[in-house]
């Protein structure tokens, strides 16, 4: 009689890594979309892609950003005219900007990212493709320090103007409280 054994935990962490991969490369919609952006843009476009949720997930050169966003938004084939969820995130050395946007007319949804140095947190905005993106890069704006280039109002959002530094960054340090707002 065999005995079975059991499975470790590094084990099925291994099988739900190849069955994450599997499913990324049987996934029509990223493989397409990387293809298309990989034809209209090169190959420097596109950083790396994956899934997320389900969902393709495609990180783009900072500097073309905008122009993926107002390339996919008028093509066709992935009309991409909603923008669902714009954020930003600390990955230590980088910040990250993610922009979730859906076709309200294919109903299928992308997540486009990049990323910028902490140095030099600087992107063009993405208003001139998506107005309602404003208020979301004031925010990152003010809670991670990314500037926009050619917002039309980039100014802090939640803290006052004069605020010492950006509470959503890992290396952030609470001003002491004297530095609190204006007095009154």
């Known amino acids: 009689m065999s005995e079975s054994k059991p499975e470790n935990q590094l084990d099925k ?15 029509p919609l990223a493989d397409d979309l990387v293809g298309e952006l990989v034809r209209r843009f090169g190959e420097s476009c596109v950083i790396k892609s994956g899934m997320v949720g389900g969902v393709p997930s495609i990180q783009v050169d900072a500097q073309q950003f905008v122009t993926v966003h107002a390339y996919l938004k008028q093509h066709p084939n992935w009309q991409l005219n909603y923008q669902s969820c714009y954020t930003g ?8 900007v993610v922009s979730y946007v859906r076709s309200s007319t294919l109903l299928h949804m992308v997540c486009l990212k990049t990323r910028v140095s902490k140095e030099s947190p600087r992107l063009p905005t993405l208003t001139t493709v998506h107005p309602g993106a404003n208020w979301e890069e004031r925010e990152m704006f003010d809670l991670l320090g990314i500037e926009f280039a050619g917002h039309p109002d980039l100014r802090r959002i939640m803290l006052w103007e004069g ?15 004297e530095s609190y707002g204006p007095s009154t």
């Open 13 to 27: 962490k291994e099988s739900a890594s190849k069955s994450h991969e599997a499913e990324v490369e049987a996934n």
């Open 89 to 96: 995130v600390d990955y230590g050395e980088e910040l990250e």
């Open 163 to 177: 605020y010492a530094g950006h509470p959503l960054r890992k290396d952030f340090v609470e001003p002491q409280e």
